[in-house]
């Protein structure tokens, strides 16, 4: 889980075969505090989001080099290349970019460490595409065809998202996630946190929607019971989501999405998100410190009142993964034990930490670069679970032993117990999913290799699924039984 498969440089490879276009996900050592399935749960949508637009003429292939298949193929040798780069894998992707060049094929590298460092980038590829792929890749195909590649291409984010295809899942290997429904209903956020990497110079993303039953129709379309929302925050328009959760209740499926603390403001939007099958919600709470909130600009509601809110979502049968920046600026030793402790007592069911870091061209990068504070610019670090600043309150070893302990503590027998659901019929099914995801570390990478995520993982699913129907149609008949005279209540789950 910690090493890329080895590309031979005397490799043979086969003649280059025009029109076939493979798309490469590279390698990144999996960090090992953290759980190894939370790399397959759910696929990226950098390339099959792109990928619908392929013209039909071309043949397409996808490749995860995640998924531990080894090296990716080269018999015969695609024309195109498309490889999709972040920073903690630019590395990876560069060798990977090198050795197809150095073979014949014509490389293309998109995402958004290509957008942030582009000069960085381009002595690896044939072009960059900065920015939009979907909008891009058809041109860029036609520009291959014509033989007139440009070394650059530009695209914003200010179309109309509506418009957008649906990602080409059939591309994905199904067995090898937990779920291939990856969906995407939004684009941008209404915040503008400093450490966000939508603060990134030269990205700008405008908050745009996507049609409600498009997303609805996709879901059904890709006939798995679960899927997971990549939206950055699927609750930054609240009748949006209202108008989403309408189209996704006839479905009877269970989903799972990144929202903001603030969707509690309206609890009856908790209630609806649970009757269209939300399951789950991962949220950045980010600090318990008002003052780390506020340096970092983020519009949130007071700490002291997250509890109350986590609340409102268990009420609803809505397990909450809590997601914790560590070694923020006003952080102290014991931020370590407090978090952990208010995990604790809230009993959230899941919970992801994360060093804070400074991604390149972001505010937060600036401030800390102007203060002496960045130690290094090796990318490959820059993955959350090293200290790559000096911060300021602890050292930066400090910062990192901390980092590992909170993990070692949330993902021990005891803190798992202790954060188990008050509703006793969900406890089962979440000490299953807690003891597979957080305590099966050794096993993970045979199941990734042997194409047994899905099968493995699907029963425990299903299961959940049922429940969730099950505890819909309580959900509306209790509402049915307090229901004042004459008042109309909708029976569909
Ligand atoms: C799904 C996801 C994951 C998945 C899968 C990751 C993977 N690489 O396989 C999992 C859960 C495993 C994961 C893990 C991590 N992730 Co992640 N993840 C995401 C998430 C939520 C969605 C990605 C996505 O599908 N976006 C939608 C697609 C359509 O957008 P896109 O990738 O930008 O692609 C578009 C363009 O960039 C372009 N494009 C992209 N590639 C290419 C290639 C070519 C050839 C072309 C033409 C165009 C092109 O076209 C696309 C369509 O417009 C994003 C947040 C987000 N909403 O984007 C974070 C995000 C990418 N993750 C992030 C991080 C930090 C991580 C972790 C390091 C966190 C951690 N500590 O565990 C790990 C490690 C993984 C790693 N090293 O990349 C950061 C990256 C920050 C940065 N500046 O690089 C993000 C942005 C989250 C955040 N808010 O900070 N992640
Ligand atoms: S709320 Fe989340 S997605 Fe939105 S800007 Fe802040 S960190 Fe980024």
């Known amino acids: 889980m910690t090493t890329a498969p080895a590309l031979d440089p005397s490799e043979t490879s086969g ?263 939300c399951t789950g919600v991962f949220i950045g709470f980010e600090s318990l410190s008002d003052d780390n909130l506020a340096d970092s600009h983020k519009k949130t509601p007071k700490t002291s009142d997250y509890a109350r809110r986590v609340r409102i979502l268990h009420d609803y049968g809505i397990q909450v993964n809590g997601s914790f920046v560590l070694g923020f600026d006003h952080d102290r030793k014991d931020v370590f034990a407090r978090t952990a402790e208010w995990i604790e007592e809230n009993r959230l069911e899941c919970a992801t930490f994360h060093i804070l870091t400074p991604y390149p061209a972001t505010p937060l990068f600036r401030q800390m670069e102007a203060e002496g504070r960045i130690l290094h610019r090796d990318w490959s670090l820059y993955d959350t679970g090293h200290a790559v600043f000096q911060p300021k309150h602890m050292s930066r070893e400090e910062l990192e032993q901390g980092y590992a302990w909170i993990y070692h503590r949330l993902f021990s027998h005891a803190s798992i117990w202790r954060r188990r659901p008050e509703q006793l019929q969900a406890v089962p099914l979440y000490v299953a999913m807690s003891y597979l995801y957080k305590r099966s570390n050794r096993f993970w990478h045979l199941l990734i290799k042997h194409d047994l995520v899905n099968p493995v993982w699907r029963p425990l699913v299903e299961m959940t699924r049922w429940r969730h129907v099950r505890y819909r149609r309580r959900l509306v008949q209790e509402q049915i039984a307090a229901r004042a005279p004459g008042q109309v209540v909708s029976a569909g789950v």
């Not at 560069?94 to 094929?105: N, P, T």
């Open 15 to 277: 003649a280059v075969e025009p029109c076939y276009a493979l798309l490469i996900n590279p390698f990144y050592p999996k960090d090992a505090h953290a759980s190894f399935g939370k790399h397959v749960l759910t696929p990226t949508l950098a390339l099959t989001s792109f990928a619908a637009t392929t013209p039909a003429h071309w043949r397409i292939e996808y490749w995860d080099e995640n998924l531990l298949h080894g090296r990716p193929p080269c018999q015969p040798m695609p024309e195109v290349v498309g490889i999709t780069v972040h920073l903690t894998f630019a590395r990876r992707a560069y060798e990977l970019a090198d050795w197809y060049r150095a073979h014949g094929a014509k490389v293309v590298l998109g995402g958004l460490h290509v957008l942030s460092c582009p000069d960085e980038c381009a002595p690896h590829a044939n072009s960059l595409a900065l920015g939009d792929g979907v909008q891009l890749w058809p041109r860029i195909l036609r520009d291959v065809e014509a033989n007139a590649l440009q070394p650059r291409y530009l695209a914003t984010y200010e179309n109309d998202y509506r418009e957008d295809p649906s990602p080409r899942r059939s591309i994905l290997p199904r067995k090898s996630f937990l779920t291939t429904t990856s969906l995407i209903a939004t684009r941008g956020c209404h915040n503008r946190c400093g450490f966000c990497y939508l603060a990134t110079d030269g990205l700008r993303m405008p908050y745009r929607v996507r049609d409600p039953q498009q997303v609805a129709r996709e879901f059904e379309e890709n006939g798995q019971p679960y899927a997971v929302f990549i939206d950055n925050n699927l609750g930054s328009r609240r009748d949006y989501l209202h108008a989403l959760c309408a189209a996704l209740r006839p479905l009877n499926k269970i989903w799972s999405a990144a929202v903001t603390i603030d969707v509690t403001d309206d609890p009856s939007l908790i209630r609806n998100m649970a009757l269209a099958g």
